[in-house]
């Protein structure tokens, strides 16, 4: 077919863009006009033209495929040792990589590494975010290191955490560490008796709703491609203890009165960032905003000896059972976050990278006992594992961007 040869030679993507196009739009032409069911699993340009950008990846099943190899193992040293599994013999390890996510009505394709770096030349992507984002970061990272040609340079871009250079291709990936995406800092009560002293406050995190945290500040003037979270620390009681130490919202330098609720905290925060976001993007970036990642604690919560000790998917009973908002379970936090996210993004130019769903199946991928921590890890996800499927979507969706504009 024509269009193989297309992906051949798409590696040259820039001058061979209007050819591209063209071939894009026929192939929409012949494809709506005989077939009807193309759902072929190889990236040919026409698959995403139709069928993916209107595919709604998050409902689908998991299918178990033992032919299934990750693109990288637990050698890659990014991996964060209460990550890498395989390295802390956790039972099920080496089987996490071998499902993949059925969307109902069409396929998710695994990435192509090779293309990847091979299309994203002088390309910077950021992931800002809190270890969630860090656990995508690094799939994404161990993917294209394993199969990248020359050096990589270890730097901190525009304020991140970490970040690498694929020398050969000018490509750069970061993480910017954020918990909140807003500033924040302890706070406690001075002499002044100001507002929110009288109402008897003492010591709490002062939280300035309308300031980005230094970390990313400038990561949106600085990547083409941005992928944000933000969730699990606005429901972390032991952090911001509701009575000794509250979150306290400031705008504009004070004090938000009444105070409030960390949820309508949480609005104004994502409101606020995402119009600092969209003001401060280079022309033409591409914005993403992942959506909320499910714990899966049975048995008690983190800090009441609550595990995750399965070794397979949950089934969709299952799923409706630990996280349906009506039944308030120890989870519950994904789908409430998810309401806020919405409701935030709704008319904003953000790509919502939405794994929700397809993650609350796999209680099987985290850590849990071997994550070197005296509690179950049952937050973060084994590596490799499921943000490796969670990058496939992130790329599938990029690619479709990239092939409309
Ligand atoms: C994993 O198993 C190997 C082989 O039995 C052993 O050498 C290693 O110490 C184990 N690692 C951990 C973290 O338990
Ligand atoms: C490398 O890529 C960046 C974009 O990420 C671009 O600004 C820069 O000019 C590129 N450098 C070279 C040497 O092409
Ligand atoms: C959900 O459960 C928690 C305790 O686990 C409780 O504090 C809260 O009030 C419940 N929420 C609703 C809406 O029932």
Known sequence: MATSTTQQSAKKKVPLFPLLSLLCFTSIFILLSQFRNTSSTSNTVHTFQIHHSSCDYSQGTWIHDPTITPTYDNTCKEIFKGWNCISANKSNALQLPTWRWKPNHCDLPRFDPVKFLRTHTHTSIGFVGDSLN??????????????????????????????????????????????????????????????????????????????PESTWAQAPSFHDILI????????????????????????????????LHPDQGLDIVLKLMIQYVEDKARPGAVKFFRTQSPRHFEGGDWDQD????????????????????????????????????????????????????????????????????????????????????????????????????
Not at 135 to 145: D, G, R
Not at 146 to 161: C, E, F, N
Request: with cysteine; hydrophobic share 35%; net charge positive.
């Open 134 to 211: 860090r656990n995508m970061f690094v799939s994404l990272f161990c993917s294209l290191k394993s199969v990248s040609d020359g050096q990589v340079k270890k730097w901190r871009p525009a304020g991140a955490d970490r970040g690498f250079t694929f020398l050969n291709y000018n490509l750069t990936i970061a993480y910017h560490r954020t918990n909140l995406l807003a500033r924040y800092g302890r706070w406690s009560a001075s002499d002044n008796r100001g507002a929110l002293e009288t109402l008897g406050f003492k010591e709490g995190y002062r939280v300035d709703v309308d300031v």
């Open 228 to 259: 944000f979270n933000t969730g699990h620390w606005w429901w972390a009681p032991s952090k911001f203890d509701p009575v000794k130490s509250p979150m306290l919202f400031f705008k504009k330098g004070q004090p938000l009165i009444p105070p």
């Open 306 to 405: 609550g595990s995750c000790q399965r070794d397979w998917p949950l089934s969709a009973e299952q799923v409706e059972e630990l996280f349906s908002v009506k039944n308030n379970g120890t989870n519950v936090e994904a789908r409430l976050v998810n309401e806020h996210l919405f409701k935030a993004l709704k008319g904003s130019g953000f790509v919502i990278l939405d794994i929700t769903h397809m993650s609350e199946f796999r209680a099987d991928a985290h850590p849990a006992s071997t994550g070197g921590k005296k509690h179950d890890d049952c937050m973060h996800w084994c590596l490799p594992g499921l943000t490796d499927t969670w990058n496939d979507l992130f790329i599938e969706h990029l690619n479709s961007i990239n092939g409309r504009s």
